[in-house]
């Protein structure tokens, strides 16, 4: 099987971590009344009803994005900061970071899974162990801001306890068989403040207020289009 890379500064030390799957947790939410309420609205502008709740994305590997950049085609692609977990050679070696499950919100409406597949995941280069947070996990904040025309818009700012808890997130992959060893999950985000926006550059942040400790990302979104 091949494999990725990927480089994660961990309490100021580099460690490079071998990555064989990629997955994104679709669905996420913990209140289901809300989450339906969402797929509603999702329906409502022609994306399908997905086949369960949660549901498991796969991702290409190589859709891991650090560089600070990703190219796209079209003005209708976007953002979600989401909760990012990465599991190592072992089974306690589990780091949590911040990243972007980018999606091309006009192939949304056709197919979902591609529509993930066609844009890359930013995420930070910096992570924490999973261990250092798991007491006050529900305190943990994810937030993010986009670009467009000059200026910043908020875009997400709310705690992880809207998303589904830890055990339920490692119950799920363990229910679809998924080996958690090597792997990069995408496993959730919070609601958006005020719907779709798209923009030129996108920046976002995993904040811990328990131990005033925060990772940041921030990428541009170059268009192709524009660019022939």
Same mark, same amino acid.
């Given at each position: 099987?091949?494999?990725?890379?990927?480089?994660?500064?961990?309490?100021?030390?580099?460690?490079?971590?071998?990555?064989?799957?990629?997955?994104?947790?679709?669905?996420?939410?913990?209140?289901? @009344?809300?989450?339906?309420?969402?797929?509603?609205? &999702?329906?409502?502008?022609?994306?399908?009803?997905?086949?369960?709740?949660?549901? &498991?994305?796969?991702?290409?590997?190589?859709?891991?994005?650090?560089?600070?950049?990703?190219?796209?085609?079209?003005?209708?692609?976007?953002?979600?900061?989401?909760?990012? *977990?990465?599991?190592?050679?072992? /089974?306690?070696?589990?780091?949590?970071?911040?990243?972007?499950?980018?999606?091309?919100?006009? *192939? @949304?409406?056709?197919?979902?899974?591609?529509?993930? %597949?066609?844009?890359? /995941?930013?995420?930070?280069?910096?992570?924490?162990?999973?261990?250092?947070?798991?007491?006050?996990?529900?305190?943990?904040? &994810?937030?993010?801001?986009?670009?467009? @025309?000059?200026?910043?818009?908020?875009?997400?700012?709310?705690?992880?306890?809207?998303?589904?808890?830890?055990?339920?997130?490692?119950?799920?992959?363990?229910?679809?068989?998924?080996?958690?060893?090597?792997?990069?999950?995408?496993?959730?985000?919070?609601?958006? *403040?005020?719907?779709?926006?798209?923009?030129?550059?996108?920046?976002?942040?995993?904040?811990? /207020?328990?131990?005033?400790?925060?990772? %940041?990302?921030?990428?541009?979104?170059?268009?192709?289009? &524009?660019?022939?």
């Amino acid at each position: 099987m091949k494999t990725t890379i990927l480089p994660l500064m961990i309490n100021n030390k580099e460690k490079e971590i071998t990555i064989n799957n990629v997955y994104c947790i679709g669905y996420a939410g913990r209140n289901m @009344e809300k989450t339906m309420e969402h797929i509603v609205e &999702l329906e409502k502008i022609g994306v399908p009803r997905p086949p369960e709740i949660p549901t &498991l994305y796969p991702i290409r590997r190589n859709s891991l994005n650090q560089t600070g950049e990703i190219q796209v085609l079209g003005g209708e692609s976007s953002g979600e900061a989401e909760i990012v *977990l990465v599991f190592g050679d072992v /089974k306690d070696e589990v780091y949590i970071t911040v990243g972007s499950d980018h999606t091309d919100r006009s *192939l @949304e409406t056709i197919d979902i899974n591609q529509s993930k %597949q066609i844009c890359d /995941k930013p995420l930070a280069n910096k992570a924490w162990n999973l261990n250092e947070v798991m007491d006050h996990w529900d305190d943990l904040i &994810l937030t993010s801001q986009v670009y467009i @025309e000059g200026q910043w818009h908020e875009y997400q700012n709310a705690k992880i306890d809207e998303i589904i808890p830890l055990n339920e997130i490692k119950a799920f992959l363990n229910k679809k068989n998924i080996s958690m060893k090597n792997c990069v999950i995408f496993s959730g985000t919070v609601p958006l *403040l005020e719907g779709f926006k798209y923009g030129s550059r996108f920046r976002m942040a995993f904040i811990d /207020k328990v131990r005033n400790e925060e990772i %940041q990302a921030e990428y541009a979104i170059t268009r192709l289009d &524009l660019e022939v």
